[in-house]
């Protein structure tokens, strides 16, 4: 008979692990019963604290209130509360972490669908917080790509206002990869910067991450989080292979580092049918527009006819 080591079969051990089991599993009464012997036998353990927690967002999911929809935004962000500053650290605590974001996701979920009749009002609102009260981007927490693009298409100019099209860009990107997602980049990075950054931090794409890293090594701006409204222009310059894809993205004639993003797709097309006499003019207003910009752009000229 083999031996039991008294460290991993040790009884608050095996207590712990059961409790642990019936979560994974979603079992309420399993996680109930499971967390009440843990209790019973070992009231002081540190991991009580968060499995209560678990077993009581359970326990709400079982409950009829927990389908009704959210009477206003303030409802909204008290369940939101709730599950971001309860919820979420007490299964980053006791879970496995390559759990923890499937065990949300029903209950990201459940917030989006109680949320979806409440409407957007991040455009008429200055605090940054209230555009997230919606359920846009509660599908993205969940993982329902198709159901985020869906609800932010319901939003009136989603297009024009950095946080909706934020959860576009992203809803964009897992469901169709970085190819689909280009042009909505480049109008993040234009009407919002720090939107934009934020982003390809969430996104998690090597290739992108790796230029900007370089834009953020290269680039001859201020050094502020604004510099990011020019990634678009520079990125035709280093790789212009995605000038088609970035010539779908919708120009914002008001910003400077939108034109100058469609003057480099334009300067580009002429360099390839070798119209020379055009060439001077466009690449004068580049250099009106962004003169560092302008200076990358005759580098890497200089460099190819050497």
């Known amino acids: 008979m083999q031996q039991l080591d008294i460290f991993a079969d040790s009884r ?26 843990l209790a019973a ?51 980053r605590r006791v879970l496995p972490p390559q759990t923890v974001r499937a065990w949300l996701a029903p209950c990201w979920s459940s917030l989006a ?12 609102h200055r605090a940054e917080s209230h555009a997230e009260m919606h359920a846009a981007p509660l599908w993205l927490h969940a993982g329902e790509w198709a159901a985020a693009h869906k609800s932010v298409d319901g939003i009136e100019s989603w297009w024009r206002i950095p946080a909706p099209l934020a959860w576009m860009t992203e809803a964009r990107y897992r469901m169709g990869g970085l190819d689909a997602a280009w042009p909505l980049l480049a109008e993040l990075a234009w009407l919002g910067p720090r939107r934009f950054a934020t982003v390809l931090s969430e996104l998690g794409e090597a290739s992108l991450d790796a230029l900007w890293r370089r834009f953020d090594a290269e680039f001859p701006g201020s050094g502020e989080v604004e510099d990011y409204a020019w990634f678009p222009a520079w990125l035709l310059v280093v790789k212009p292979v995605l000038s088609g894809r970035l010539r779908e993205a919708r120009v914002q004639r008001d910003q400077a580092a939108s034109r100058a993003c469609a003057l480099l797709g334009e300067i580009l097309r002429r360099e390839h049918e070798g119209d020379q006499h055009e060439l ?7 250099s009106r527009l962004h003169e ?5 752009y005759m580098a890497t000229r200089k460099v190819r006819h050497r």
Do not use: W
Not at 15 to 37: C, I, P, W, Y
Not at 280 to 286: F, M, N, Y
Not at 292 to 296: M, R, V
């Open 12 to 37: 608050d051990v095996m207590l712990r692990n059961a409790v642990l089991d019936e979560l994974q599993r979603r079992d309420m009464d399993g996680a109930r019963t499971a967390r009440d012997q």
């Open 280 to 286: 001077v003019g466009l690449r004068q207003e580049l």
């Open 113 to 124: 669908q109680r949320a979806a009749a409440l409407p957007f009002r991040g455009a008429d």
């Open 292 to 296: 560092g910009l302008f200076d990358i």
């Open 41 to 91: 036998g070992y009231p002081d353990d540190g991991a009580l604290s968060a499995m209560r927690v678990l077993v009581r967002e359970l326990e709400r999911k079982g409950e009829r209130a927990s389908a009704t929809p959210f009477a206003d935004h303030a409802a909204l962000a008290i369940a939101r509360r709730h599950l971001e500053e309860e919820v979420v650290p007490a299964a």
